[in-house]
C-alpha cells in the first residue's frame, strides 16, 4: 500500500513536471515571436515620456532639458549656461516626478488589468469595472477625511505609508469579494461579475459620499481633485514607497504568465499541467490588489486603461500572458503619459484632472467593446 501512494504521487509529480516544461517551451517560443513588439513599446514609452519632458503649461527646450539633467549628475557646473534656473525648479521638482508617476502609475493599471482579465476569463474586467479602484478609494478616503495631519510611530513619521497600505486593504477586500460571489455564480459568470462590480461601485461611492460631507473645505477640495484622478500634485517623497509596492507586486504578477496561460485552457487543463490553482489565484488576487491600492492612493481613480490596454495588446501579440502581461505594462504607461500631456495641454496654463481624459476615451472604448461581444454572442 505504501509503495502504491509513492507511486501514485510520482506519476503526479511526473506528469505535472512534464507539463511545466511543455508549456514554458510554448510559452518561451511565443514570447521569442513578439520580442520585436516588446522593444518597440519600450522605444515608444522612452520617446514620449522625453517629449512629456519638454511640453506644458512651460515648455522646456531639449538642449535645456539635457543640460539640467547633466548638471544634477556630474560634479562640475559646465551646464548651468544652458539654462535658467527657473527651468531646472520645474523640470526636477514638477515635471519630472509627473513622468515618473505616469509610467509608474499607468503601468500598474494596465499589468492588473491584464491579470484580472486572464484570472476571470473575462475581457471586460478591469480594476475600476469590478470595483478594485472604488474599493481602494474608499479606504483612501477614510484616511485622508478620519487620519488628517501626521502619523507618527515611534517617532518616525508614516503618513506617506499609511496612504498605500490603507488603498491596499480597500482593494483587496473588493477583489476577494468579485471573485468569491462570481466562482458560485451560475449562467453568465462574466455579466455576474460586472454586476457585483456595479454593486461594489455604489457601496464605495455611497461611503466616499458620507465622508466627503464629514470633511472640512481643505479635504473637500483635495477630495473632489483626487476623486477625478490626477497627476499634478505627486512629489518624490510621495511617490518612492508606492513605486517600491508597486514593482514587489509587478515582480509577482509577472511570475504567474505561465500558471495564467495554463488556467486560460480551464482549470482542470492547469492542474494536469501542474498548476496549484488555489496558490496562483491568491497571488494574482493579493499582487493585483497591491499594485492597483497603491496606483489610487496616489493618483486617485483613473479609470479604463486596465480595460482598454490589455485588449489592444492581445490584437497585437495574441493571448499568451508572456507578452501581455509587459506589453499592457509598457503600453499602460504610453497612454497614461499621453492622457497627462493631454490634460496640462488642452486648457493650458489650467489643467483637466486625468481621470476625465482617459473616461473620455475608455467609455466609448467600453461600449464599443460590449457591442462587439454581444454581436458574438448572438451569431
Not at 516544461?21 to 515608444?44: E, N, W
Not at 490626477?230 to 507586486?249: D, E, K, M, R, Y
Not at 472604448?365 to 448572438?378: E, Q
Request: net charge positive; glycine share 10%.
Amino acid at each position: 500500500m505504501p509503495n502504491d501512494i509513492t507511486s501514485q504521487k510520482a506519476d503526479h509529480l511526473m506528469v505535472g513536471l512534464r507539463g511545466r516544461l511543455s508549456l514554458k517551451s510554448i510559452t518561451m517560443a511565443d514570447f521569442r515571436k513578439y520580442r520585436p513588439l516588446i522593444t518597440l513599446l519600450g522605444c515608444m514609452m522612452v520617446v514620449l515620456a522625453f517629449i512629456s519632458t519638454l511640453v506644458g503649461a512651460y515648455n522646456i527646450s531639449a538642449t535645456s532639458v539635457i543640460a539640467i539633467l547633466l548638471d544634477s549628475v556630474l560634479p562640475f557646473d559646465g551646464f548651468k549656461a544652458y539654462f535658467a534656473p527657473h527651468e531646472s525648479s520645474i523640470l526636477l521638482s514638477i515635471r519630472l516626478p509627473r513622468v515618473a508617476s505616469a509610467i509608474i502609475v499607468g503601468g500598474a493599471l494596465g499589468i492588473s488589468g491584464a491579470v484580472l482579465q486572464s484570472l476571470f476569463r473575462n475581457p471586460l474586467a478591469e480594476p475600476g469595472l469590478i470595483g478594485v479602484s472604488s474599493g481602494a478609494a474608499l479606504s483612501a478616503v477614510a484616511v485622508i477625511v478620519l487620519l488628517s495631519g501626521q502619523v507618527i510611530l515611534f517617532n518616525v513619521d508614516i503618513t506617506a505609508y499609511i496612504l498605500p497600505v490603507a488603498a491596499f486593504l480597500g482593494g483587496l477586500a473588493a477583489t476577494v469579494t468579485v471573485y468569491m460571489i462570481g466562482r458560485t455564480a451560475r449562467g453568465d459568470i462574466a455579466a455576474t461579475m460586472l454586476l457585483i462590480g456595479v454593486a461594489l461601485n455604489a457601496v464605495a461611492m455611497a461611503g466616499i459620499g458620507v465622508l466627503q460631507f464629514l470633511s472640512d473645505d481643505t479635504q473637500l477640495r483635495l477630495l473632489t481633485f483626487w476623486m477625478m484622478g490626477g497627476l499634478g500634485s505627486i512629489s518624490w517623497q510621495s511617490l518612492l514607497p508606492v513605486s517600491v509596492l508597486i514593482a514587489v507586486g509587478c515582480a509577482g504578477l509577472i511570475r504567474l504568465a505561465v500558471p495564467l496561460n495554463a488556467y486560460l485552457l480551464g482549470a482542470n487543463e492547469a492542474r494536469h499541467l501542474g498548476i496549484d490553482i488555489k496558490v496562483m489565484t491568491k497571488k494574482a488576487v493579493l499582487f493585483s490588489a497591491l499594485i492597483v491600492g497603491a496606483a489610487v492612493s496616489v493618483a486617485g481613480i483613473i479609470g479604463f486603461i486596465g480595460l482598454i490596454v490589455p485588449h489592444l495588446v492581445r490584437q497585437i501579440s495574441g493571448p499568451d500572458n508572456r507578452t501581455v502581461i509587459i506589453g499592457s505594462a509598457l503600453m499602460g504607461a504610453m497612454l497614461l503619459l499621453f492622457a497627462d500631456l493631454c490634460a496640462r495641454t488642452i486648457i493650458a496654463p489650467a489643467e483637466l484632472p486625468v481621470g476625465l481624459v482617459t473616461s473620455a476615451v475608455g467609455g466609448p472604448f467600453f461600449l464599443w467593446l460590449l457591442m462587439r461581444r454581444n454581436v458574438r454572442v448572438r451569431s
